[in-house]
Nanobody
Framework: VQLVESGGGLVQAGGSLRLSCAAS????????MGWYRQTPGKQRELVAR????????NYADSVKGRFTISRDDAKNMAYLQMNNLKPEDTAVYYC???????????????WGQGTTVTVST
């Protein structure tokens, strides 16, 4: 399974970006997709996550009300709409997917290569 992120870039504080993540490969079912971010010297942190059962979402406190995760299950895509961006949102953003590759197999977590978001003052 491959995850490819896109949509990162440079934006001024207060601006918006939309990240996309495309999953491909041997996929029977995607159980959840999410976004994490990481800055140098810090641990990777959860930004937002959505599971497939009931579409339950959870967000980091720091992004609640500003970021929205969504999915298109027909296309195996996930999105992260980021509004009112702040300089502290600057990070490499990683897409993750919990994937069942075939019926009866244990789900596996996959990660993308990351896309860089830079928010200037």
């Amino acid at each position: 399974v491959q995850l490819v992120e896109s949509g990162g870039g440079l934006v001024q504080a207060g601006g918006s970006l939309r990240l996309s993540c495309a999953a491909s490969g041997r996929i029977f079912r995607i159980n959840a997709m999410g976004w994490y971010r990481q800055t140098p010297g810090k641990q990777r942190e959860l930004v937002a996550r959505m599971n497939s059962d009931y579409g339950i979402t959870n967000y980091a406190d720091s992004v609640k009300g500003r970021f929205t995760i969504s999915r298109d299950d027909a296309k195996n895509m996930a999105y992260l709409q980021m509004n009112n961006l702040k300089p502290e949102d600057t990070a490499v953003y990683y897409c993750t997917a919990d994937v069942t590759e075939a019926r009866g197999l244990v789900p596996i977590d996959y990660w993308g290569q990351g896309t860089t978001v830079t928010v200037s003052t």
